[in-house]
């Protein structure tokens, strides 16, 4: 008889569940609805869809940019709803990476003084 072990795909972030609401009354933007999906680790993923869908605010709160409404957001095994803005600072300092769609570099400076800016 073989015994096979499942494995579990690692998760570099996850969503379950996850709600955006801006605004309240009738200026009140859903901009997620339930949202729940898994992004596994060394694995790329393409977030598609129509402007205004999302995919940005998305974005922003798997990476603890922005914080959910409602729901549960963790980077790795670590459940960023909830952590202090110290918490998440050291969590994105050592685990996550950025590339902004705008990214407003000086453009007085060069590529490699833009980089070295910020240190």
Request: aromatic share 6%.
């Amino acid at each position: 008889m073989t015994a096979t072990v499942a494995t579990r795909t690692e998760v570099a972030a996850r969503a379950v569940d996850v709600w955006k609401v801006y605004g309240t009354g009738e200026a009140q933007v859903n901009a997620l609805g339930g949202v729940s999906v898994e992004l596994e680790k060394g694995r790329f993923t393409a977030i598609m869809g129509p402007s205004g869908s999302g995919k940005s605010t998305l974005m922003h709160c798997l990476a603890g940019l922005d914080a959910v409404s409602r729901g549960q957001v963790y980077i790795g095994d670590t459940q960023i709803t909830g952590l202090s803005d110290r918490g998440l600072t050291n969590l994105r300092r050592s685990k996550v990476g950025f590339i902004f769609q705008q990214f407003n570099l000086l453009p007085t400076l060069t590529a490699e003084e833009n980089i070295l800016l910020p240190l």
